[in-house]
């Protein structure tokens, strides 16, 4: 008994009406390939012998416009007024914090365990500081960079705590004074070991 055409199996002819997709991935298409190409071409002329990871950077300047940009939204969502220009007393409290908390971040011992997976222990530098170098392989010199270097975290600190002042203005500026006054704190801990050295002659 012949099979009936429900019964019949699949055959290919079907396979022939469908549509052709192209299952090609997009990192391969040509534009990508060029600007790749171009990138390559750039950093390679750009730095001349020396390593230079171009692309972490630009990743690194993806991610703070991605950063900026989120809590940006947030203020508008929440409609915090932006006042027409800051008063110099916070500009003077979020340089001061700025710095104390980008130096706590980026070089005390204390911190060192977050910087462990994108930077090498060199030696200490300064009182309860490190010296510490970015990791060489690919995806963590950038950040290890960035992790070492206070005044590349400082662009990243300030900009977080502009945004608390926006969102959260109470709260920010308590914890800014703390810093602030840790900051305070500490210039008066060098300055009392410099006395005590002077006066003893060592």
Do not use: I
Not at 15 to 23: K, L, N, Q
Request: hydrophobic share 35%.
């Amino acid at each position: 008994m012949p099979k009936s055409a429900g019964n019949r199996p699949y055959k290919g002819v079907g396979r022939e009406r469908m549509p052709h997709m192209d299952t090609t991935p997009v990192t391969d298409s040509r534009p990508v390939r060029g600007l790749r190409g171009l990138l390559r071409r750039a950093e390679r002329d750009y730095s001349a012998g020396h390593d230079r990871p171009l692309g972490g950077y630009l990743a690194a300047m993806a991610g703070f416009t991605a950063f900026t940009t989120a809590w940006t939204t947030a203020v508008r969502l929440r409609g915090r007024p932006v006042p027409d220009r800051p008063e110099p007393w916070d500009v003077v409290l979020t340089s001061v914090a700025t710095f104390r908390l980008s130096r706590l971040l980026s070089k005390a011992s204390v911190t060192s365990p977050l910087r462990a997976p994108f930077t090498r222990y060199v030696g200490p530098q300064g009182p309860a500081e490190l010296h510490e170098e970015a990791q060489p392989q690919q995806g963590r010199h950038t950040v290890g960079e960035l992790a070492t270097c206070p005044f590349c975290m400082s662009v990243w600190v300030a900009s977080a705590l502009t945004a608390g002042q926006l969102l959260w203005p109470r709260a920010t500026r308590t914890a800014m004074g703390t810093l602030t006054a840790l900051a305070g704190a500490d210039t008066l801990q060098l300055a009392y070991s410099a006395l005590v050295d002077k006066t003893s002659g060592d």
